[in-house]
């Protein structure tokens, strides 16, 4: 059973929610299958984190444990938030007493539910069917800002007693919990979203809703360059707005704060809210991502090892080797240092 300490009435934001696919497991926690899950049993057609890091896109939880808290008001968010609904944030998460064990069994038990027409379909391929109806990975970067949640790490440590991998999506903006996460149950792997190379650029495109939410950013990169765990740093390129003249050398400070085992320069994609408030311009193509990650690799000395097309995105590394989470996808793609 799940107790909630709070008087905020989120109905109608849960109402829009629910039409746009996202389903809940409780008040705070909601879970929404991925494109590419479905593109996988389709057509076995598999996400860059499966030619990436070995994520089978079919076996993998799309969730969020904070469905409508977050630190941010990012101009490139594409997700429904409560301002959508004339509701404003509210940056201090409640309280949840709640047995995060029984909460990890309703999200695979979820997942699985939102599966089960798959096996009428007869487009599906059965076999993969059957293996996503057994997840392996729990991305946990669905909606809000996930740090906010309090029992994170309880969560994360849950997952693992099940045999699933994990990979934490965050702004950063809670250094605090990563140190907790450090020291408690690190997820299988940690990214850190980032848009902005300096404070200013922080204000424009993150819009932050809470007093030094740069400084604190800052600090989650220091801890990010010693976290055990393989720590993704992904920058969203947004044409006309952090692909100036400024930016490769702004973002190489960043990477050499973070160091980073892996970075993904990945295009804003024109979706969702965001096109309210950005347009399509503003969307880079793959050839422009291309370009730009190549000044980044000359920039830092870190070659592009990987790529994929469809999503608009390249992966810088020094790995020599990735390391892999899974059994990966056919697809899979690694350049060897040029």
């Not at 977050?70 to 959508?84: A, E, L, Q, S």
């Not at 906010?148 to 809670?174: C, D, M, Q």
């Not at 740093?233 to 003249?245: E, V």
Request: proline share 7%.
């Amino acid at each position: 059973m799940t107790i909630r300490i709070t008087q905020v009435d989120y109905s109608n934001l849960q109402k829009l929610m629910r039409k746009q696919g996202y389903h809940f497991v409780n008040e705070h926690t909601v879970v929404k299958p991925c494109l590419w899950t479905r593109k996988a049993i389709l057509q076995r057609r598999f996400c860059y984190k499966c030619l990436f890091y070995g994520i089978e896109s079919h076996r993998c939880i799309q969730m969020s444990p904070a469905a409508y808290w977050c630190w941010n008001d990012c101009i490139h968010c594409w997700r429904v938030r409560p301002p959508d609904v004339g509701i404003p944030f509210e940056l201090s998460m409640p309280k949840y007493q709640e047995d995060i064990d029984a909460l990890v069994d309703n999200i695979i038990e979820t997942q699985r539910k939102l599966l089960s027409g798959y096996w009428g379909n007869p487009k599906a391929d059965k076999e993969l069917v059957k293996e996503a109806f057994e997840p392996k990975h729990v991305a946990i970067s669905l909606t809000g800002e996930p740090t906010l949640y309090e029992n994170l790490p309880s969560l994360i440590k849950a997952f693992h007693r099940k045999g699933l991998t994990t990979f934490l999506v965050t702004r950063g903006v809670r250094p605090d919990v990563l140190e907790r996460l450090y020291s408690e149950e690190p997820p299988s792997q940690l990214y850190i979203s980032i848009e902005a190379y300096n404070k200013e650029k922080y204000e424009q495109i993150n819009k932050p809703l809470v007093p030094r939410a740069w400084e604190l950013t800052m600090r989650s990169l220091e801890i990010m360059s010693s976290f055990p765990s393989p720590t993704v740093l992904r920058i969203t390129a947004i044409k006309g707005i952090n692909m100036d003249s400024n930016a490769v050398e702004g973002f190489r400070k960043i990477i050499e704060i973070a160091r980073p085992k892996y970075i993904e320069v990945k295009a804003y994609m024109h979706v969702g809210s965001s096109t309210q408030r950005l347009t399509k311009s503003n969307m880079p193509s793959f050839s422009d991502i291309w370009a730009f990650s190549e000044e980044l690799s000359k920039a830092t000395g870190i070659p592009i090892r990987s790529y994929a097309k469809d999503s608009r995105v390249v992966l810088l590394s020094e790995l020599e080797r990735p390391v892999r989470h899974g059994k990966g996808c056919p697809n899979y793609l690694w350049l060897s240092k040029s």
